[in-house]
């Protein structure tokens, strides 16, 4: 199991995972400086920079990432249009949100010392520096002039690990019960992991366990589709979408909470008062799941009352507050953000970036935007595709509205968020 923790740890960290085409080298970055904190921050220059520097926020690392300027498939070609590009490594690995959004503003005015100001800044980053970039964007004073979220981890702390919270205590109440898999207070990510991997593997070998599993994977808002370079189940393949989900339930629903349960001081995530049988009918994927329970032979309404009669998951408000502040978006950007995903993302709910659309379309109306990419995988874009976002942002930045959607790009509208979490709104 030790494989399969690390393959988490290399999809989150990222930029890991973006894919494109070989382009020509360009010169290497600047070597690394040090910020007030200890962070480490690099820029890169272009001969001739076009005045646009994009700042790049990398993800989540359980160990020091080091300080880069973009992801090792894209740098080369966004230097040959001229961009500048900088980055630093955030004083903390892990959930370094506390410390990373202030190394990026510090960033800026570094990169500034050495090479000037800059005509435009573009925050940009992916998985979890997706969303360090969204914070960036919603932080006033504003310094940043558009903000560009990759696969991101928009929906927020708290709700993106409530709504994962869901999944891990069906699957743990229905098929691990006695269990040593934790749902919080996790002492060890990768053991646990490793817990549930088995579980998640007995499981497929028959058809009760896989119509349960299903069921947990709703809840978590897991897609039906997850396997890179492989065809998306048809809608009413239950089957093929319960096996999707079971690729990457161990890693997708049990997210790591080890680190963020120490900065905040307990745990953070709770399902008091939480209805299953409304969260499911609310997912609209409860015919998917009724299927695979009548070819189980299983009776649906007993297991959901098992859920409801549970022992249920309580959070400590202080914990709530550090992970509120750590970050849990407002859905106010100050700056036009453009949001990209592929819609079988196994990693980072899809739910999440239509969430934060649709409440920022509310909030701060024509301010953010979703495009959806026609694939799986965690972050697996190829570098075209991410130049395309780039573009359509910078036009909006330069307009002042959204021109039409890109060639590339599809049309598509995710379940809803479950568990739904904004500062300054109610948590569902």
């Not at 028959?206 to 589709?225: M, N």
């Not at 239950?238 to 339930?249: D, H, I, S, W």
């Not at 963020?260 to 939480?274: A, L, M, T």
Request: with cysteine.
């Amino acid at each position: 199991m030790r494989r399969t923790w690390m393959i988490f740890a290399s999809a989150v960290m990222l930029g890991a995972g973006a894919t494109g085409q070989s382009q020509v080298a360009a010169p290497p970055a600047a070597p690394p400086a040090t910020l007030a904190d200890g962070a480490r921050w690099t820029a890169s220059v272009p001969a001739r920079w076009n005045g646009t520097l994009l700042l790049w926020s990398h993800g989540y690392s359980p160990v020091p990432h080091p300080p880069e300027d973009a992801p090792a498939s894209v740098r080369d070609a966004l230097l040959a249009r001229g961009y500048a590009l900088a980055g630093s490594s955030y004083a903390d690995a892990g959930w370094a949100l506390d410390s990373a959004v202030p190394d990026q503003f510090a960033t800026i005015e570094a990169f500034a010392k050495v090479h000037g100001r800059p005509k435009r800044v573009i925050a940009w980053g992916m998985s979890m520096g997706g969303l360090v970039t969204t914070a960036l964007a919603e932080t006033a004073p504003r310094r940043i002039d558009g903000a560009l979220a990759l696969c991101p981890s928009i929906g927020g702390a708290v709700g993106m690990m409530n709504m994962a919270l869901d999944g891990a205590y069906a699957f743990k109440m229905l098929l691990a019960l006695g269990s040593a898999i934790r749902l919080t207070g996790v002492d060890d990510d990768r053991a646990n992991g490793a817990r549930v991997a088995a579980v998640v593997a007995e499981a497929q070998r028959t058809p009760q366990g896989r119509a349960r599993l299903a069921l947990a994977g709703v809840l978590a808002g897991l897609p039906g589709w997850t396997t890179p370079g492989a065809p998306a189940p048809a809608a009413d393949d239950a089957v093929g979408q319960e096996a999707e989900m079971a690729k990457t339930f161990a890693m997708g629903v049990f997210l790591p909470r080890v680190d963020q349960e120490r900065r905040g001081g307990g745990g953070f995530s709770w399902n008091s008062g939480v209805d299953y049988r409304r969260q499911l009918a609310r997912s609209g994927r409860g015919a998917l799941v009724a299927r695979l329970y009548w070819t189980a032979g299983l009776d649906l309404g007993r297991d959901l009352a098992t859920l409801a009669a549970g022992p249920r998951v309580a959070a400590a408000p202080d914990a709530v507050a550090y992970m509120m502040a750590h970050y849990t978006p407002t859905a106010r950007p100050l700056v036009p953000i453009l949001s990209v995903q592929n819609i079988g993302d196994g990693l980072t709910s899809p739910s999440l970036q239509r969430s934060y659309v649709e409440a920022a379309a509310r909030r701060a109306p024509g301010a953010a935007e979703a495009l959806w990419v026609a694939g799986a995988g965690h972050c697996t874009f190829a570098t075209g595709t991410m130049l395309a976002a780039l573009d359509h942002l910078e036009r909006r930045v330069a307009r002042g509205r959204w021109p039409a959607r890109p060639a590339g790009f599809v049309a598509y509208t995710p379940p809803p968020m479950l568990r739904p979490c904004l500062r300054g709104g109610a948590c569902r």
